[in-house]
């Protein structure tokens, strides 16, 4: 679960760590407003989430509360488009207005779960903010990463190291260890899959602070937090995701033209593979569980529909718990409600199979059943190509 930079720097700014004065605006009045009380000189920042804002225009420094308010006007309701956005790119709500702050010199910082050692791992380079992807690739060296060991945590000394290694010296030095320090207990405390501040500054007046801020919550740990979903914006979600996620059904969006309903992942990613073997582009990996009900066929057949992308559909089931016939009535339900007219091509297998098949072969859909996987996958590509 991803937050936005200003809810980011709420959760940092408890643990102590500073951020420069700011004020979310729902509105350009408001942008106006945050932006006079700040005395005019002001960044205004597009709250998506996605990062790359800066080049793509969704930061801007302004001069007077007037400027800040046409900012506002302009970005309010676009479709912000980042190289993390994809093309669609995202649409603004929300903009932080914050007073300027001058900055000397620019860091990155982060902490993240190393899924390789299953630890925590720290990250700062002394060059990067905005270009730190590039720094990463052209000169690894730069940067600096610590692995954390669980049992004994971060020491001061491993933060003081990596603050001597940015290069800061005497009392900056000691605020950075500090910084680092609250910046794995955020890590710890929070769930985080990801804490990351880029840039940490170094100001003019040479103060330590928090520019930017990106958190992931671990979605595993929600229950343990009962204040994450109302911090979710949904806006920033796809439509149909958020459907999904209601029922409890894994779906992401691919972009080709096949929907496919399937139970359980593996099977899922098999279905895709043969899928793109004979030729296909699946349009979206719908996983509907291993024990899924007639209800929640009949959602994910209804949110495969409702992407109009789709071109026909494949339903790759696999009936153990479930049974073949059980899951055929969840189509034919869903399909006769919102009058189906696409071609479905459905590959069933396990108990009550036949009875299944029968359902749907008379239930005077356009569907056919294939034989075996390969049978079936080639039946939904070549009906389309
Ligand atoms: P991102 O591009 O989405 O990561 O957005 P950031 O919040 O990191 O902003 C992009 C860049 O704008 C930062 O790396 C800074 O260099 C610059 N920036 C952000 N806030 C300020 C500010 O208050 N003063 C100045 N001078 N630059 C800022
Ligand atoms: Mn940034």
Redesign the pocket.
Known sequence: MNLHEYQAKEIIAAYGIPIPRGRVALTSDQVERAAKEFGGRCVVKAQIHA?G??KAGGVRLVHHPEQAQDVGKELFGKRLVTHQTGPEGLKVRRILVEEAVEIAREFYLSITLDRASSRYCLIASAEG??DIEEVAAKSPEKIHILTIDPFFGLRPYQARQIALALGLAGSLCEDCVNLILNLYRVCLEKDCFLAEI??LVVTKAGWLMA??A?ITFDDNAIFRHREYPDMMDYSQLDPLEINAGKYDLAYIKLDGTIGCLVNGAGLAMATLDVLKEFGGEPANFLDVGGGASREKVAEAFKIILQDDDVKGIFVNIFGGIMRCDVIAQGIIEAANEVHCPLPIVVRMDGSRVEEGKKLLLESGLNVQCGDSLGDAAQRIVSMLS
């Open positions: 990062g804002r800066g903010g905005v880029n840039p520019m930017d990106k």
